[in-house]
């Protein structure tokens, strides 16, 4: 226990800002480890000021600790972002439901969807994520060439979630372009004025498609949503809209991120490959290991709600918390060989998935499509090899280790559906 004689007095700020373009061109992992092995939780001057935590100790608390740290996100009539789960807080559009609501009102969104993520509702979701893998590789196999990290890795989950929503999968690329482009692209950067304005297309077609839905139900998830009762009336047309644009935002990014790594990591290391390729059943351990090593979502923030001492530093009420998992996920003390990434590890505590209250919804369905594409793309397509030079990494990994683009080889092969272009 920290005596209060012995809290610190002042702050000795560092140098830090995750969507600095020196942070990506520098490498998030090794500004990471250096504040990790000096200042675990260690106050920045950058974005109005916030505080980095990245050891994996101080990251967990924070996680597990809802009524000290609020994920909570508010717009004020003038349209003012607060709060929420990024820094700084602009880069959030609407509030996104449950991800940016508390207790008690989390529990309402919470009941409305866990019955859909559940493990047994994922696994009838295995033949619909399984056809539109075939599908997707078909469009390339016989070519022998394609875009790893657009053809496969963005497509097929995005189409996934589509297909859940009930909105046409051909469509996948309008909706998850935006989502990339707004993570993937600094602040001030065309691309990043574009993507938000993307994205507010994409609130309105939301708005839109609620509509329809309460008039003419579905079994889609969009009509159960829009049906939905929260604290005993009927959502309203806000919360709905946010709870959908969040299902699709978190939908996309985490699972294509993670799969474009994968496969890089399995291009550069051909002995992995082939230890994935000789006995598939690995592939649900490899998953965990590639969530760990590759987290997908680097950082992101809480909110101090009342004082709170944290790795020997003094919180203040209204301080923003930025949480590296990235970090964290790299943390020596808990990981042995943190560094490497070892395919049988067990067991493994990442924190990819979140931890406590906001611990990923959508989980059991990322890990879901990452194995079933793993397994089409390591059967049909086992000698890919990617073009390392024309391959590009997000402009921004501040929030998002993603790719833009993944040119790769591999064998052609025959395509096996005779299922019509999506």
Request: with cysteine; aromatic share 8%.
């Amino acid at each position: 226990m920290v005596m209060p004689q012995e809290l610190p007095t002042a702050r000795c700020p560092v140098a830090f800002d995750h969507n600095s373009p020196e942070h990506t061109a520098r490498g998030p992992l090794e500004v990471y480890r250096e504040l990790r092995n000096s200042t675990p939780v260690a106050w920045s001057e950058s974005n109005g000021g916030y505080w980095v935590v990245t050891s994996y100790a101080e990251v967990s608390e924070v996680l597990r600790d809802a009524v000290t740290y609020t994920s909570g996100a508010a717009t004020d009539d003038a349209g003012n972002y607060s709060g929420g789960i990024f820094v700084p807080a602009e880069r959030g559009l609407v509030p996104m439901i449950p991800t940016e609501v508390d207790n008690p009102q989390w529990e309402d969104f919470r009941r409305l969807l866990a019955p859909r993520f559940s493990p047994t509702a994922v696994w009838d979701y295995r033949p619909m994520i399984a056809e539109l893998t075939t599908h997707y590789v078909d469009q390339v196999i016989e070519a022998g060439e394609c875009d790893l990290a657009v053809d496969i890795a963005a497509a097929i989950p995005a189409s996934s979630v589509l297909q859940l929503l009930g909105i046409d999968v051909a469509e996948w690329a309008t909706y998850s372009e935006p989502f990339h482009n707004a993570l993937g692209y600094p602040p001030g950067s065309p691309e990043y004025a574009e993507a938000v304005t993307g994205l507010q297309g994409i609130v309105e077609r939301i708005r839109e498609l609620i509509a329809r839905r309460r008039r003419d139900p579905g079994a889609d998830l969009i009509s159960h949503v829009a049906s939905a009762e929260i604290g005993g009336a009927p959502i309203d047309d806000e919360a709905a809209m946010s709870v959908v644009y969040t299902l699709f935002s978190g939908g996309v990014d985490t699972t294509t991120t993670l799969l474009a790594n994968a496969f890089a990591y399995l291009s550069r290391h051909p002995e992995a490959r082939e230890f994935l390729v000789s006995d598939l059943s690995r592939l649900p351990v490899a998953t965990e290991e590639f969530m760990r090593m590759f987290t997908p979502v680097q950082a992101l923030a809480r909110t101090v709600r009342k004082p709170a001492v944290l790795g020997g530093q003094v919180l203040s009420p209204g301080e923003r918390v930025l949480l590296s998992y990235a970090s964290a996920n790299r943390d020596e003390a808990t990981f042995p060989r943190a560094d490497e990434c070892v395919m049988d590890r067990m067991p493994n505590k990442h924190v990819s998935w979140g931890l406590g209250l906001h611990r990923c919804l959508g989980s059991h369905l990322a890990r879901t499509q990452v194995e079933l594409i793993l397994s089409e793309v390591l059967t049909r397509m086992p000698d890919f090899s990617i073009d390392e030079q024309r391959s590009r990494q997000y402009p921004n990994l501040g929030i998002v280790n993603g790719w833009v683009t993944m040119p790769a080889t591999f064998t052609p092969g025959r395509r096996l559906s005779t299922r019509g272009a999506a």
